[in-house]
């Protein structure tokens, strides 16, 4: 008997890093699904006017994933506007590359605190809210980033194995309890923050469209691992029982080694200034979005990948 899908229709979304790229476009994505869904975004404008694109079951709201009270106080007020939280996606990330012996420890610590901390947050609050209505589920976005190690992009790579393991761990603690988890590891996504990557051999870029929609064949279909595209399960797979020597040898042919080590530099640049100046205009010295700004840091940056 084929497998019957859960609804999503009615259904109470919240998604971080949602004024814009994976995470609007899941946003409407759902939205077409019927779901409920509230749009946190550090730029609290930002989401309100994408939220009003959607319909009048949609919100937007400003939330700092860094900070526990705002993202507890984000949650609050979806709840207060839409019901009770039935799915949390962990959507806001920041990437900021460079050779790792270089890198500024503030560099480094404004990663862990949006990708590692955000995600945190979001877990831990969604488990205390879900699990005592035996009910619910948690989407984290990690990347590929998590499953191996890409150069030029060391600190990344660290919070999204750490967004992985976080993300395996909690489901074993909700197994039987009726809340689901997924983590989704995207490849590289066309959004501002993904330009100037170098695209991997035989791996085509994807759209913030694809991400959205393996998301929500996911919270219809509940499953943990969610590859984007899909054949990233198989090559990963596949890599993880070769020798060490041979998948490595297996990246360097895809050119894996060059997707954030050879990013374009003066790309990044550009678009670096305009992160730095949404971050100003926001008034905020912190990211609240996968593809949203980033911190100044005067070296490349980017998205999920």
């Given at each position: 008997m084929a497998k019957q899908p859960r609804y999503l229709n009615g259904k109470v979304v919240a998604i971080t890093g949602g004024a814009r790229g994976i995470?609007?476009?899941?946003?409407?994505?759902?939205?077409?699904?019927?779901?409920?869904?509230?749009?946190?975004?550090?730029?609290?404008?930002?989401?309100?006017?994408a939220a009003e694109t959607l319909g009048p079951n949609a919100i937007g709201l400003s939330v700092d994933v860094t900070d526990r009270d705002s993202f507890e106080a984000f949650i609050d007020a979806v709840e207060e506007r839409l019901g009770p939280v039935d799915v949390v996606?962990?959507?806001?990330?920041i990437m900021l590359l460079g050779d790792f012996m270089d890198e500024d420890p503030e560099r480094a610590r404004s990663q862990f605190d949006v990708n590692v901390w955000g995600v945190w947050h979001g877990t831990q609050i969604a488990m205390r809210r879900m699990r005592p209505r035996g009910t619910g589920h948690i989407v984290n976005i990690a990347s590929m980033a998590g499953k191996t190690g890409f150069p030029?992009?060391?600190?990344?790579?660290?919070?999204k194995h750490a967004v992985v393991g976080l993300s395996e761990a909690v489901r074993g603690e909700l197994r039987k309890t009726g809340v689901e988890v997924s983590v989704v590891m995207p490849s590289i996504v066309n959004t501002d923050l993904g330009s100037g990557l170098v695209e991997a051999r035989f791996v085509k870029n994807i759209n913030p469209e694809d991400v959205a929609q393996e998301i929500v064949d996911a919270l219809k279909f509940p499953r943990f691992d969610v590859f984007v595209p899909r054949s990233n399960q198989g090559v990963t797979r596949l890599t993880a029982v070769l020798p060490r020597r041979a998948s490595e040898?297996?990246?360097?042919a895809f050119k894996a080694d060059q997707v954030l080590a050879g990013a374009n530099t003066q790309v990044r640049l550009d678009y670096e200034r305009q992160a730095a100046q949404r971050r100003l205009e926001a008034g905020e010295?912190?990211?609240s979005g996968a593809d949203g700004p980033a911190p100044e840091t005067g070296e490349k940056e980017t998205a999920e990948s």
């Open positions: 995470g609007l476009a899941t946003a409407r994505a759902i939205a077409r699904e019927g779901g409920k869904v509230a749009l946190g975004d550090l730029n609290g404008d930002g989401a309100a006017a996606i962990n959507n806001a990330g030029g992009g060391a600190t990344y790579c660290a919070t040898a297996v990246g360097r010295g912190g990211e």
